[in-house]
Every structure is written in structure tokens, then in C-alpha cells.
């Protein structure tokens, strides 16, 4: 499964960051780039989950590991 990150720097400046289909094994990676990325930027983060049935009763915990939460 393919792993997508998408950047985009939006007229005013800001940078948005959207991500989908991140294979489990790339989870941490992710993260930490993502991470990395929040800490050079140095703003304001807010993140808007998307949603998809997958989620419904699932989560990310620490570390990237998917848990099903009921």
C-alpha cells in the first residue's frame, strides 16, 4: 500500500499537511516527520482528522500502533 503525504502552502501562508493510507509499518516515520516538520515551522498546529469508516472504532496510540477501541 502506498504511503501519501501531501504539503500545500496556502496563500496566506499557511501550510497544510494531509495524509491518507499510511501503511501501518510507516506509521512511526510518519509521525516523527510530521513532528519535525510542526517544530521548524514553529505556528500554531490544528489538526482535523478525516473521516472514514476505518476510524470508526479504531486509533493511533503512541509509537503509531492501531488499536481497535471497541
Known sequence: MPSDIQVEILEDGTVSIKTSDIAETHHISADQLLDEIKSEL?????????????????????????????
Open 42 to 70: 514553529g505556528g500554531k498546529v490544528a489538526t482535523k482528522p478525516l473521516e472514514h469508516p476505518f476510524w470508526e472504532k479504531r486509533t493511533v496510540k503512541g509509537g503509531g500502533k492501531i488499536v481497535r477501541t471497541s
